[in-house]
């Protein structure tokens, strides 16, 4: 596997289950992202790692949970989530956390439908 | 509010003939600038980008314009190709600190043959 990859890409849940989403990236960089796409919505940062702490938290609510147990995976813990949360969520590595100077490289995403 | 617009949701353009992407952003902090391009079931990739020392930037058949006064720019694809049907993302940071991308909604690129 190269790049970043994502699992599932597709995910139906109900609003009572628990579920995740990993990331994990092949490429030695040091921050990773998550960012949702909600329809006819821009792309929305919800968190940041770099070196595996957490570094930006876009007042994303409680019941996504992220967690880094490395630089190289990446997981989005959901629980009780409402309909409106259903989006596309991406993941993204760089070398280092600074847009200015070092590209992000995307997942393809999971597509989240939560009924 | 968002801070960086793409007003046009999609745009179709025979091909060999210019696509011309149009992005605004409101925030006078904004001073680096990103293109984005996504396929289908594919994560974005980047495309170019412009700091706000420069008013232009080209790579191959690629280029991006900024207009700082008026707070707009724009990606050019001369010749556009049946291949470079994607969504175009628009997206700005700053050099002060680690200010995070903030993206536009796209805009759908169709070229036809």
């Known amino acids: 596997e190269t790049g970043v990859t994502q699992t599932p890409r597709h995910l139906v849940m109900g609003m009572t289950n628990k579920k995740s989403l990993k990331c994990e990236q092949h490429?030695?960089?040091?921050?990773m992202y998550w960012y949702k796409q909600s329809a006819k919505k821009p792309l929305e940062l919800m968190f940041v790692y770099n070196f595996k702490e957490q570094t930006e938290n876009n007042s994303v609510p409680s019941r996504f949970s992220p967690e880094c147990p490395n630089s190289s995976h990446l997981f989005l813990h959901l629980h009780t989530l409402q309909p409106e949360d259903s989006a596309l969520y991406l993941c993204?590595?760089?070398?280092?956390?600074?847009?200015?100077?070092?590209?992000?490289?995307f997942g393809p995403g999971t597509r989240l439908t939560v009924t | 509010d968002q801070q960086v617009k793409q007003n046009s949701p999609s745009l179709s353009v025979q091909e060999g003939r210019i696509s011309i992407l149009n992005c605004d952003y409101t925030n006078s902090m904004f001073d680096y600038f990103l293109w984005y391009k996504k396929y289908p079931a594919e994560g974005p990739t980047f495309l170019i980008s412009i700091s706000s020392i420069k008013d232009k930037n080209e790579d191959g058949r690629f280029t991006v314009f900024l207009n700082k006064s008026a707070k707009h720019l724009s990606l050019h694809i001369v010749p556009s190709q049946p291949g470079d049907s994607a969504v175009y993302f628009c997206?700005?940071?700053?050099?002060?600190?680690?200010?995070?991308?903030?993206f536009g909604k796209g805009t759908r690129l169709s070229v036809i043959a």
């Open positions: 993204a590595s760089s070398q280092d956390y600074s847009p200015v100077y070092y590209e992000q490289y």
């Open positions: 490429l030695g960089h040091n921050a």
């Open positions: 997206a700005a940071s700053s050099h002060s600190g680690n200010t995070p991308l903030v």
